[in-house]
């Protein structure tokens, strides 16, 4: 029996990282992970066809590719099954996220000196998911900038559940938890609901002294009409399953409309509104409806 096969001591991490239409960017993660001076035990890599891992090393150490399911909560439901629960650490990376190369020596840490943490997510520097998107070279050099002169300040932000572009879990505190697979494709809402399901199991956490930059990469993103959909639907759904506050949901839910509203007659050239707005219709009138299924997203 390998290591792999057995888990690989008390402090073990894999991670696992969906990806579906975009390999130069997963492909970029999975060789920068070698980089990191804490490197995981394993990385999971779960796609949905072999145009989406077209170029990686598939003899790297660690490292297993997985073709199957498509969509985000399905994906990574799919990639803990493959980890098993053999490690203590599990981290979920975007594809087309950029880690401070200490990422996982830090979490690792924070996790040992805190035994009472179930959770962390880190800072994101720059997000490109709110602007036309981080050009990588750009969004490297701002990594690096910050990991030669990390920043004195190295609290913790109780209260934050997990940021899905970059985010940490005690194995042990996952248990039977999974992704909600009802939310399909790019999920919207699936890590926080994620996180709302162990909240009560222990303390979660924005770290200052994990750091990266989210590229925002617009390609193989869900349509505006489909995320529209998504944003109000996904938000009444998790309302009523309880894992997360009414407040909170409303709060999203509210702005989000709003948004695509006010920005529809002049929308930002990256950002679909008038389809993200003709989707929040179709939710509020499906609402109306008493139709509460976040699955129709995928058949817009």
Known sequence: ????????????????????????????????????????????????????????????????????????????????????????????????????????ETMVGLFEANPDLVSLTGTVLVDGIKTAGIPQKEAERLVQERDASPPGNKGFHDGFGPYGCNMAFRYSAIGDVAFDERLPLYGWLEDCDFGGQIKHRGRQARADALWGVHLGYKAARTRGVTLGYSQITNAVYLARKGTLSMRFLANIAVRNLLSNLLRALRPEPFIDRRGRLYGNVIALADIMRGRIRPERAAEL
Not at 24 to 38: C, H, I, K, M, P
Not at 66 to 77: I, T, Y
């Open 1 to 104: 029996m390998n290591d792999l096969e057995a888990g690989i001591g008390r402090d073990s991490v894999a991670v696992v990282i969906a990806t579906c239409g975009r390999p130069e960017l997963a492909g970029s993660l999975v060789r920068t992970l070698r980089d990191q001076t804490r490197p995981p035990d394993a990385i999971f890599v779960v796609a949905c066809r072999d145009e989406d891992v077209a170029g990686f090393d598939k003899d790297q150490p660690g490292l297993t590719i997985s073709l199957g399911r498509r969509g985000l909560p399905k994906q990574r439901n799919d990639g803990l099954t493959l980890a098993g629960g053999r490690f203590a650490y599990v981290v979920f990376f975007d594809d087309d996220f950029i880690p401070s190369r200490y990422w996982i």
